[in-house]
């Protein structure tokens, strides 16, 4: 049985006017969300009614109607009784666009259980621009016609929309036209290959619309989405945050994993809403925070300034400012290395890493063929430089990230043809000639071929390959692993399954690595690094329970990627880079070509991933320069996973 997991479970939340569950993922929470709408439809089925629900898309609900089909295909749960409306739909756009919310609504659900195709409801992206306002009105008297939403389920954008209400849409509009703001399709923009590929309108229930339901769930899964959870949750009832106007049903709850819900003051301040047991790492947190407000070095801190920040009963227990200005110093210097695999012949208690085994077998995991010198390219380095016996695994092809044109750059290379072409006992010079066609004529929406797919990870696995080479690392220590989780050629993948799990299992047992470094950016919005660091933490969790005896003295780091960085108070691991080592790992992050200068699916960051990789390196440095230690040029950190 599912259960709703707070961190904090003897905090007031006191402050949150909605009610909120938290789970410790987002699997946890949908399947909980699925268990509410299962009991909801049996319940209606046994009173001989119709289940009247609204629905919601995007990344959020995925493993909502997963666990939804599983029920249906598993535990019988039928759909005959069930009438569905959905929130919104692109506009315009083509029903069979891989992009449309019919298609994915279809795809994930519609498809694979038993509900009666006359009972669907989901807006036309199809009709014309002068018929869109009699059909918002018609969609209306459909849902009334049904007796209204028994259960409305809802996401949430990263400006608090709901549906495709953008910020600024009344408590009283009904379903209509709306224009996208440019940060909602900035953040929607991974579905597409371009941002101006965009749809600039939508169509979408209005807020009275919503409100009118009998009962409300809303999801939201990670970081993205806190600040907008925190907004909608605790501040003002206002249109300026539509989730916001939620305060105001009788019957609405947000359920939401531990990422979502990290701005939440029960969750960022705890103190602020009870009593805590404040241990080192709570400490550091509170401390850090503060220092940073205040834009004060730790060691600088007064008792006044705790006071002030709501931190008397952290004097109270620990004594005085100066002594926990200390001990979070110590926290803070200790975990900056220059060496991160453990330094030799020295026997230090507060490193990051172990002295011993030195040199270490070392295992970098990475999702995409460019994560590894883009999220760890100084570390990767510097691992090499001092002895330890690097391998890194590329987890997927990556050849969904390589454009068309980029194709059509490199067909005329020789190496890697001759293996492709036995696929159809074919010739070189037939799949050149079948690549240019194909390219040439290739449609907006239409899914590449296997054989342009081999092309495209081809041409993503030489970069890698070149860029181990740069670094020092043999082609013995490359391994390409093409999890089969990825190879769906869209942008949608499937769920993690047991070929993955079983491939990095065979990839671990072989080198027995007493270090491995894995992908912790789940802010990813295509969700690939995810499903990757969740093989690698099955895999490592089997190996265990099988008694490999090697996998008990496998520590696991985890870094974060071009999407985001580990907050400040979190790093257990901050390795510093000199100015040269920057350019280093800048050159090391050109030879990726395919991803420079244009990247397909970048998501609302229009910079390249050198860019975003300096900024953050260099912005970690500067925070630890402003608690008052040493300022380096750049600092990759990382975080020490227990499993």
Same mark, same amino acid.
């Given at each position: 049985?599912?259960?709703?997991?707070?961190? !904090?479970?003897?905090?007031?939340?006191?402050?949150?006017?909605?009610?909120?569950?938290?789970?410790?993922?987002?699997?946890?929470?949908?399947?909980?969300?699925?268990?509410? %709408?299962?009991?909801?439809?049996?319940?209606?089925?046994?009173?001989?009614?119709?289940?009247?629900?609204?629905?919601?898309?995007?990344?959020?609900?995925?493993?909502?109607?997963?666990?939804?089909?599983?029920?249906?295909?598993?535990?019988?749960?039928?759909?005959?009784?069930?009438?569905?409306?959905?929130?919104?739909?692109?506009?315009?756009?083509?029903?069979?666009?891989?992009?449309?919310?019919?298609?994915?609504? =279809?795809?994930?659900?519609?498809?694979?259980?038993?509900?009666?195709?006359?009972?669907?409801?989901?807006?036309?992206?199809?009709?014309?621009?002068?018929?869109?306002? #009699?059909?918002?009105?018609?969609?209306?008297?459909?849902?009334?016609?049904?007796?209204?939403?028994?259960?409305?389920?809802?996401?949430?954008?990263?400006?608090?929309?709901?549906?495709? &209400?953008?910020?600024?849409?009344?408590?009283?509009?009904?379903?209509?036209?709306?224009?996208?703001?440019?940060?909602?399709?900035? #953040?929607?923009?991974?579905?597409?290959?371009?941002?101006?590929?965009?749809?600039?309108?939508?169509?979408?229930?209005?807020?009275?619309? %919503?409100?009118?339901?009998?009962?409300?769930?809303?999801?939201?899964?990670?970081?993205?989405?806190?600040?907008?959870?925190?907004?909608?949750?605790?501040?003002?009832? !206002?249109?300026?945050?539509?989730?916001?106007?939620?305060?105001?049903?009788?019957?609405?709850?947000?359920?939401?994993?531990?990422?979502?819900?990290?701005?939440?003051?029960?969750?960022?301040?705890?103190?602020?809403? /009870?009593?805590?047991?404040?241990?080192?790492?709570?400490?550091?947190?509170?401390?850090? &925070?503060?220092?940073?407000?205040?834009?004060?070095?730790?060691?600088?801190?007064?008792?006044?300034?705790?006071?002030?920040? +709501?931190?008397?009963?952290?004097?109270?227990?620990?004594?005085?400012?100066?002594?926990?200005?200390?001990?979070?110093?110590?926290?803070?210097?200790?975990?900056?290395? +220059?060496?991160? /695999?453990?330094?030799?012949?020295?026997?230090? $208690?507060?490193?990051?890493?172990?002295?011993?085994?030195?040199?270490?077998?070392?295992?970098?995991?990475?999702? =995409? $063929?460019?994560?590894?010198?883009?999220?760890?390219?100084?570390?990767?380095?510097?691992?090499?430089?001092?002895?330890?016996?690097?391998?890194?695994?590329?987890?997927?092809? /990556?050849?969904?990230?390589?454009?068309?044109?980029?194709?059509?750059?490199?067909?005329?290379?020789?190496?890697?043809?001759?293996?492709?072409?036995?696929?159809?006992?074919?010739?070189?010079?037939?799949?050149?000639?079948?690549?240019?066609?194909?390219?040439? +004529?290739?449609?907006?929406?239409?899914?590449?071929?296997?054989?342009?797919?081999?092309?495209?990870?081809?041409?993503?696995?030489?970069?890698?390959?070149?860029?181990?080479?740069?670094?020092?690392?043999?082609?013995?220590?490359?391994?390409?692993?093409?999890?089969?989780?990825?190879?769906?050629?869209?942008?949608?993948?499937?769920?993690?399954?047991?070929?993955?799990?079983?491939?990095?299992?065979?990839?671990?047992?072989?080198?027995?690595?007493?270090?491995?470094?894995?992908?912790?950016?789940?802010?990813?919005?295509?969700?690939?690094?995810?499903?990757?660091?969740?093989?690698?933490?099955?895999?490592?969790?089997?190996?265990?329970?099988?008694?490999?005896?090697?996998?008990?003295?496998?520590?696991?780091?985890?870094?974060?990627?071009?999407?985001?960085?580990?907050?400040?108070?979190?790093?257990?691991?901050?390795? $510093?880079?000199?100015?040269?080592?920057?350019?280093?790992?800048?050159?090391?992050?050109?030879?990726?070509?395919?991803?420079?200068?244009?990247?397909?699916?970048?998501?609302?960051?229009?910079?390249?991933?050198?860019?975003?990789?300096?900024?953050?390196?260099?912005?970690?440095?500067?925070?630890?320069?402003?608690?008052?230690? !040493?300022?380096?040029? #750049?600092?990759?950190?990382?975080?020490?996973?227990?499993?």
């Amino acid at each position: 049985m599912t259960k709703a997991q707070t961190i !904090t479970p003897n905090h007031s939340d006191a402050l949150e006017k909605i009610d909120v569950k938290i789970y410790p993922g987002s699997k946890e929470g949908s399947l909980a969300i699925a268990k509410t %709408i299962a009991e909801l439809i049996r319940a209606k089925q046994k009173l001989n009614q119709k289940c009247v629900l609204g629905l919601a898309t995007g990344s959020s609900p995925k493993t909502l109607y997963a666990e939804l089909v599983r029920l249906h295909k598993e535990e019988k749960l039928s759909f005959k009784n069930v009438v569905t409306f959905n929130l919104d739909e692109y506009y315009p756009i083509s029903r069979e666009a891989i992009q449309s919310y019919y298609r994915f609504m =279809h795809t994930h659900l519609f498809s694979h259980v038993d509900i009666n195709p006359k009972n669907i409801h989901i807006p036309n992206g199809e009709v014309k621009k002068e018929d869109v306002k #009699a059909a918002c009105a018609a969609y209306e008297q459909l849902i009334e016609k049904a007796g209204g939403i028994d259960l409305q389920i809802l996401g949430i954008g990263n400006n608090g929309h709901i549906g495709f &209400n953008e910020p600024g849409s009344g408590i009283h509009s009904k379903t209509r036209l709306i224009n996208l703001e440019n940060s909602t399709r900035l #953040a929607n923009s991974f579905e597409f290959a371009t941002i101006s590929d965009v749809p600039r309108m939508a169509i979408t229930m209005g807020i009275s619309t %919503i409100l009118k339901s009998k009962q409300i769930i809303l999801m939201a899964w990670g970081v993205a989405k806190a600040k907008a959870v925190k907004a909608a949750v605790e501040e003002v009832e !206002t249109e300026r945050v539509p989730a916001s106007l939620l305060q105001s049903h009788p019957d609405v709850q947000f359920i939401v994993d531990e990422m979502a819900a990290s701005e939440l003051t029960r969750l960022k301040s705890p103190w602020l809403s /009870g009593e805590v047991e404040w241990a080192p790492k709570l400490v550091k947190k509170a401390v850090v &925070n503060m220092a940073l407000d205040l834009k004060k070095p730790v060691l600088s801190l007064t008792n006044e300034d705790y006071n002030q920040y +709501g931190l008397s009963d952290l004097l109270v227990e620990k004594g005085n400012a100066y002594e926990i200005n200390l001990e979070v110093y110590y926290m803070l210097r200790d975990s900056i290395t +220059g060496w991160p /695999g453990g330094k030799p012949n020295a026997v230090i $208690p507060s490193h990051p890493e172990r002295s011993e085994p030195y040199p270490k077998r070392v295992l970098i995991f990475s999702p =995409h $063929p460019d994560d590894d010198i883009i999220s760890m390219g100084g570390t990767f380095q510097r691992l090499h430089d001092q002895g330890h016996d690097v391998h890194v695994g590329y987890q997927t092809s /990556g050849n969904i990230a390589v454009t068309d044109e980029f194709v059509t750059r490199f067909l005329d290379f020789a190496v890697g043809f001759n293996d492709i072409a036995k696929i159809d006992s074919d010739k070189p010079g037939k799949i050149l000639s079948q690549t240019r066609k194909y390219v040439a +004529g290739k449609k907006p929406d239409q899914i590449d071929t296997p054989i342009i797919r081999q092309i495209k990870g081809l041409i993503r696995r030489g970069e890698a390959s070149a860029t181990c080479r740069y670094v020092g690392i043999p082609d013995s220590n490359i391994h390409f692993m093409n999890l089969p989780f990825y190879e769906t050629g869209t942008i949608d993948k499937k769920p993690l399954g047991e070929k993955d799990i079983k491939i990095t299992m065979e990839l671990l047992r072989k080198i027995k690595p007493q270090q491995v470094f894995c992908a912790g950016d789940f802010a990813d919005p295509h969700g690939t690094h995810l499903v990757c660091f969740n093989a690698v933490l099955a895999a490592l969790q089997r190996i265990r329970e099988a008694g490999d005896a090697w996998v008990n003295d496998c520590w696991l780091w985890l870094y974060k990627g071009a999407w985001q960085e580990w907050n400040i108070e979190e790093i257990e691991m901050a390795v $510093p880079m000199s100015p040269e080592q920057v350019l280093k790992k800048r050159f090391g992050i050109f030879i990726h070509q395919s991803q420079k200068d244009m990247v397909p699916f970048q998501g609302s960051d229009n910079r390249e991933f050198w860019q975003r990789a300096e900024e953050r390196n260099a912005n970690t440095a500067a925070i630890y320069a402003d608690l008052g230690l !040493t300022h380096y040029a #750049a600092m990759e950190a990382f975080v020490r996973w227990h499993y």
